[in-house]
């Protein structure tokens, strides 16, 4: 019987570790842009993780999770999104400010993005509110 052909570099370990790999925060390093917050849990329940992502780039919240679902569905995760909002990122003044909705998938708990956010800007002011701008 031959060997069983390599597993494609796209495709996660066995023993969860893969979701150790996907970084926590993807956002765009200046600007005010949409954002969206968005739980990854393996099939059938277990191991989950919260990731924020956010970019200029997206017209509306809808993109953002259009784009990463796709991409964490190759390695093995199903994504939900938990809401959205806006970020308002300035890399000189080391600030982030979290705030806003996403019409179509309702307002993300700015406070979890926050932690979130805090995990990779060490040395950031990182605020939220509920303003709508």
């Known amino acids: 019987m031959?060997?069983?052909p390599p597993r494609p570099a796209a495709f996660p370990p066995r023993g969860g570790s893969a979701m150790a790999a996907v970084r926590d925060v993807e956002i765009d390093p200046e600007g005010t842009f949409k954002y969206i917050l968005v739980r990854l849990q393996r099939p059938g329940g277990g191991e989950q993780r919260?990731?924020?992502?956010?970019?200029?780039?997206?017209?509306?919240?809808?993109?953002?999770f259009e784009k990463v679902n796709p991409e964490m569905e190759k390695l093995g995760?199903?994504?939900?999104c938990l809401g959205g909002g806006k970020i308002e990122h300035n890399s000189k003044d080391k600030k982030i400010r979290v705030f806003g909705l996403s019409t179509g998938y309702g307002k993300a708990d700015h406070s979890v993005?926050?932690?979130?956010?805090?995990?990779?800007?060490?040395?950031?002011?990182?605020?939220w509110s509920d303003d709508k701008k």
Do not use: Q, S
């Open 2 to 4: 031959a060997p069983a």
């Open 50 to 64: 919260d990731i924020v992502r956010g970019t200029k780039a997206a017209e509306f919240h809808n993109h953002i």
């Open 77 to 80: 995760y199903e994504c939900k």
């Open 113 to 127: 993005t926050v932690e979130i956010l805090k995990k990779e800007y060490t040395d950031y002011e990182i605020t």
